[in-house]
């Protein structure tokens, strides 16, 4: 990169917070997927703004001499939403890190996008409230880069997703200008929704610069429990059954025997590795009606063939079945050195059929297909556990993922229900959303970026 | 209009659908909203087309001839967001009005445009279902309608507004063309958020031709209460308080002296007309918690100062107190001819210094002003009580207004929260969203629809 150009950034953030070394740079060309670009996409250069304005004026500059911004939190991301390329600038907001502020009364939270969601819960749980969305990665991704995404999480069965939490934004626009979009309150339809189009817009038409979240109260109590099933059919056909008794559980995710066994050989806490699947289900809220509900599922999980149901009696208990669903892919990634976490989402009468189709394709290509899936919104994460170095086996991996693609659609599904479009899939996308749809998205993402810096190439291709 | 082109459009949509007599296009030139523009604005045509395709091809031609489209549900809006003009087809989508499916299992709805509110809400309740927004227009306005306005209600405390019920629609864009976008599932990251953005745009960026609905399980119970103050300002105050104690009520509505006056004087059923204010709450769920809810609010009133707490003890005495409330504009429409029901909406806390200004200000321009406010959500509904024939206090009901919006935009507040921008408050919304906001709200407009065809001149001028 041109060096007046470089020491004009770094005059705008700061030349500590400008990285420029090979060494350093390469570090920003992987995330959380299972894309990696390596030495052939190192990027440019590397920069932590502190605020707004640093954020404004770096984008101004790009924007005035074309340079690919890749906006970054922590990286978490599965899609290949942060990869690198060779001619782009790393934005990294893991500096604006602050909660600005925990508004009790009106149950809201204003707060930059580098804070760690799980800090952010921790925080805001400690007086009482909730803020429900809860990604895997939560221990470690910021809330930017949720918002950005549209995380999900085990709960969205119940509290729904990262969009359903953010009343506004405020954002820097690839132009540099500061634009502050959404409201305070629950309700505002002042003008287009123009908070909800950034949110899961993946870097692509602003950077966030502040969150305004809504937050719920804590729920009094929880109960966890497992049901066991030798059947994977009945055991998914169990999901929908729940929700028609009236029940909307907080979390609902069902696993099967390969997550079983793998988790229990690295977690050792007595999970039926001879089950062909468990259903891992909680229920939130009043203390009073919790006991009720548990009794409804068990009996539903009984009359759906469960050889067991086991509610957990005390903390320790339910931290033991969560410790294990947490530990899920780290546990898989023991089996194979590659695991592609699929993201399919289907309405949930649907899973029965999808998880046998998954069956029979992972028969029909010969790749091991786990199923680990937050069943109680659909979202199915087929696993492939394969080895990115065996090109004859990812190639029958890749036939496999779209035949994956290819019924979920038929079943009225969605290609991702929660990871993003990003690197991952955007030669997919139009399958779900039509050229139509991809025309508009793409006129859309003209008029906010016409020089196309932000994160080009990402959810639309180039 | 030009012969010709009504004979392509009697072709298209069938000539007893088309409507080109003065008398029957004069009756489209008013909606619910205070604004009237009479035999000025007089549309051109009035067409009901009976299904997508015909809706795409009047698109087409009226595209091609640059005819202003104005979409129509019931007429119901209260921000004249469909005031005609004398260049312009209205376009009135109740012909289509079929429930084309109510899925149990998935807990999903398709419908079309033209279904009524309450209608749709009776059908998914007989199976045990809930569609929660409820605005006061319900027993006639359309789900097209709500959609475009993104209808909120009373329930929108704890259920919040249309918006979050919407996974995905089916819409004719201004060129003819159709566009599903959205999901059938609870999660979805398919490309930008084209749904939302779609939400609340006015009729001003496509024609909604299907709607896909979230739903709810049905509350097992309710219950309903009235506090009554002498003290308005404490009554106000109390509102955040009962969120604060982990209480999410259905509703929490709050009406000082002039609506319970006018209520009272209408439908006679013991309201306390000495009272400054009233509140009326309301908890749903699970039987077995609404009794400590109800108590632990009550107590939070009595120590707010409230004189009595009447808890309804049957449907009977329920049912009593939502006729009341629902009444209330029919009610104050009898103290003055003209009722202009404004819509700020703030942070909960603000509520009360928020009040106060509104009796400051009603004081300064004498001018009536009464509240009732869907306080649960900061939805004020300052309703002003006029007559527009008098155009000496009209310029000060104008003034009024405007101190009123900002006085909402300086405790952090929206100037709609559940009405719409529209005709009524075009001029006022850049005092929210900034210049910046309405520059790209207008660039997004160009891009979708490059000949102003759709609902020209409403939400951001012309």
Known sequence: MDSKLVERLKKIVGAEHVFDKYEDRYCYTYDASFITVGKNEVPEL????????????VLMLANEHKIPIIPRGAGSNVSGGTIS??????????RMNKIINIDRKNMIAELEPGVITADFQTQVEKLGLFYPPDPASKAFSTMGGNVAECAGGPRGAKYGVTRDYILGLEVVLANGQILNVGA???????????????????????????IIVKLLPLPEAK????????????ASETVAQVFMAGIIPTTLELLDNIYIKSIEDYVKIGLPVDA?????????????????????????????GAREVKVAQNEKEAEDLWVARRSAFAAVSRVRPTIIGEDCTVPRDKIPEVVKK???????????????????DGNLHATILTDERDHEEMARVEKAIEEIFIATLEAKGTLTGEHGVGRAKGKYLHLEVGKEGIDLMKALKRTMDPNNILNPGQMLGE
């Open 85 to 94: 390329r060779n001619d782009a600038i790393v934005m990294v907001l893991t």
């Open 184 to 210: 305070r309150t629950m309700k505002s339809v002042a003008g287009y929704d123009l908070t909800r189009l950034f949110v899961g817009s993946e870097g692509t038409l602003c950077i966030i610069t502040k």
């Open 276 to 304: 062909e699947a468990v259903l891992l289900i909680e229920v939130d809220g009043d203390a009073a009606v919790l006991d009720k509900q548990i009794g409804i599922i068990s009996k539903i999980c009984k009359d759906q």
């Open 46 to 57: 590397i920069v932590y703004p502190g605020n707004k304005e640093e954020v404004a004026a």
């Open 223 to 234: 109960k966890t429990m497992l049901a066991i099933f030798d059947d994977l059919y009945k």
């Open 358 to 376: 998954v069956r029979e394709i992972s028969a029909k290509y010969d790749v091991i297909i786990a199923v680990l899936g937050h069943a109680g």
